[in-house]
């Protein structure tokens, strides 16, 4: 990547002087875990994955449709389901998504908006034109697929979205952790209700 257009992608969020450099972000462990700024919305997540867990366990263990072998398999099942969709929840809040370090010791825009075009800098490459824009609130210019996020207010590489459930932006960096949470968060949606359907209709074939 050229650093004259991009001089300000680094991933370290201090300064020589200690100087905090990002936006809404929230930094724990000497920066090795950053969440957004709303990060108790984890929490929130969290116990509502964990609720339909322990409800299927209260379940499972008052009645008597499955056999005991079978029962164990279920609760297995729905633990690994349940460790595995927490820890890629923990995955997703709290890894740095892409976070673009802001530029405070010059005018880089300023710079190049007086050769370039005011509202992008055109490059073409391999005969693709590629747009790139300019963020004056990081007074960056930003490489393609980035966006700001009035969030978290930073720009991050790649931006898919903000998303409020891991309270989080989702980025270059996180993707894969989000992208494997909708999986399990899925699977397991799908485990509980094809495991609840045949308790319902066991226990309905019983009161008949």
Same mark, same amino acid.
């Given at each position: 990547? /050229?650093?004259?257009? $991009?001089?300000?992608? =680094? ?14 972000? =929230?930094?724990? $462990? ?9 990060? $108790? ?6 116990? !509502?994955? @964990? ?10 263990? /008052?009645? @008597?449709?499955?056999? =005991? ?13 349940l460790v595995l969709s927490i820890l890629y929840l923990i995955k997703s809040s709290f890894t740095e998504p892409g976070i673009i370090r802001r530029n405070y010791k010059?005018?880089? %825009?300023?710079?190049?908006? =007086? *050769?370039?075009?005011? +509202? ?5 490459? *391999?005969? &693709? ?18 966006? &700001?996020?009035?969030?978290?207010? /930073? ?14 932006? %989702?980025?270059?960096? *996180? +993707?894969?952790? $989000?992208?494997?949470?909708?999986? @399990? ?10 495991? /609840? ?9 019983? !009161?008949?």
């Amino acid at each position: 990547m /050229n650093n004259k257009i $991009f001089p300000a992608i =680094k991933t370290d969020f201090y300064d020589m002087t200690g100087e905090r450099i990002i936006g809404n972000n =929230k930094i724990w $462990f000497n920066g090795k875990c950053i969440t957004g700024k709303s990060y $108790f919305s984890i929490i929130i997540t969290g116990c !509502l994955i @964990l609720i339909p867990p322990l409800i299927l366990y209260y379940i499972l263990y /008052n009645t @008597l449709v499955f056999h =005991k072998n079978n029962l164990v398999i279920l609760v297995l099942i729905t633990t690994i389901l349940l460790v595995l969709s927490i820890l890629y929840l923990i995955k997703s809040s709290f890894t740095e998504p892409g976070i673009i370090r802001r530029n405070y010791k010059r005018s880089i %825009v300023e710079k190049m908006s =007086k *050769n370039y075009n005011k +509202y992008s800098i055109i490059n073409i490459k *391999n005969g &693709h034109i590629i747009k790139y824009t300019p963020c004056y609130t990081c007074n960056i210019i930003r490489p393609v697929r980035t966006s &700001h996020c009035a969030e978290c207010d /930073n720009c991050t590489e790649r931006f898919d979205h903000h998303c409020i459930w891991i309270g989080q932006c %989702v980025g270059k960096r *996180n +993707y894969s952790y $989000f992208i494997l949470f909708l999986i @399990l968060l899925n699977t397991n949606s799908i485990f509980h209700i094809i495991i /609840n359907s045949i308790i319902i209709s066991k226990e309905v074939e019983n !009161l008949y």
